[in-house]
T-cell receptor, first 113, second 119 residues
Framework: DQQVKQNSPSLSVQEGRISILNCDYTNSMFDYFLWYKKYPAEGPTFLISISSIKDKNEDGRFTVFLNKSAKHLSLHIVPSQPGDSAVYFCAAAGQGGSEKLVFGKGTKLTVNP | GAVVSQHPSRVICKSGTSVKIECRSLDFQATTMFWYRQFPKQSLMLMATSNEGSKATYEQGVEKDKFLINHASLTLSTLTVTSAHPEDSSFYIC???????????????FGPGTRLTVL
């Protein structure tokens, strides 16, 4: 039973346009959400996070939106750059400061020049 | 930023042998280390959580006798895959975190991973 779902295995966008990566979760106990970027044969690197008390967090070109009622979050990258091409993982953490992360399957983003 | 290393990056072994993977936090002391495995096109699956000086906490379905975890110091954790079989072939990734005030932080730093191939 997947608690964190990324239903799009891949996404292709043109350089300069917006990339929108989606993530859904089923466990209402999750209260902290993170996005990681991963290149092949490397470990994930932290990108941006959001606490459940917020509905938006922005860091440069990256913005994460959280819709708690829909149990949905999204990562917006604008403008997209070819260097953003990677696999993006959505992860969720539980209540009470638990560090255990539950990951989605990832979405492979390709930004075309 | 904090750096986590893993060694080896790649290992090929024969079925039945044991393989040890090291995870080190290079410039910080990690109160907690995590071990994940990733199958192709799958998400990272948490295997176990280890705290320095205590026994690891394994996730449901992970055989603790097969995947031995030792967290000997605040900068080193090891995962030993005992009597490895081809189905153990996977990408193993560790992460290390710094607990600040006992609460969760987003400072969970991942190692580069170890590709294990069991023939």
């Amino acid at each position: 039973d997947q608690q964190v779902k990324q239903n799009s295995p891949s996404l292709s966008v043109q350089e300069g346009r917006i990339s929108i990566l989606n993530c859904d979760y089923t466990n209402s106990m999750f209260d902290y959400f993170l996005w990681y970027k991963k290149y092949p044969a490397e470990g994930p690197t932290f990108l941006i996070s959001i606490s459940s008390i917020k509905d938006k967090n922005e860091d440069g070109r990256f913005t994460v939106f959280l819709n708690k009622s829909a149990k949905h979050l999204s990562l917006h990258i604008v403008p997209s750059q070819p260097g953003d091409s990677a696999v993006y993982f959505c992860a969720a953490a539980g209540q009470g400061g638990s560090e255990k992360l539950v990951f989605g399957k990832g979405t492979k983003l390709t930004v075309n020049p | 930023g904090a750096v986590v290393s893993q060694h080896p990056s790649r290992v090929i072994c024969k079925s039945g042998t044991s393989v040890k993977i090291e995870c080190r936090s290079l410039d910080f002391q990690a109160t907690t280390m995590f071990w994940y495995r990733q199958f192709p096109k799958q998400s990272l699956m948490l295997m176990a959580t280890s705290n320095e000086g205590s026994k690891a906490t394994y996730e449901q379905g992970v055989e603790k006798d097969k995947f031995l975890i030792n967290h000997a110091s605040l900068t080193l954790s090891t995962l030993t895959v005992t009597s490895a079989h081809p189905e153990d072939s996977s990408f193993y990734i560790c992460s290390a975190s710094i607990l600040e005030g006992g609460g969760f932080t987003d400072t969970q730093y991942f190692g580069p991973g170890t590709r294990l191939t069991v023939l």
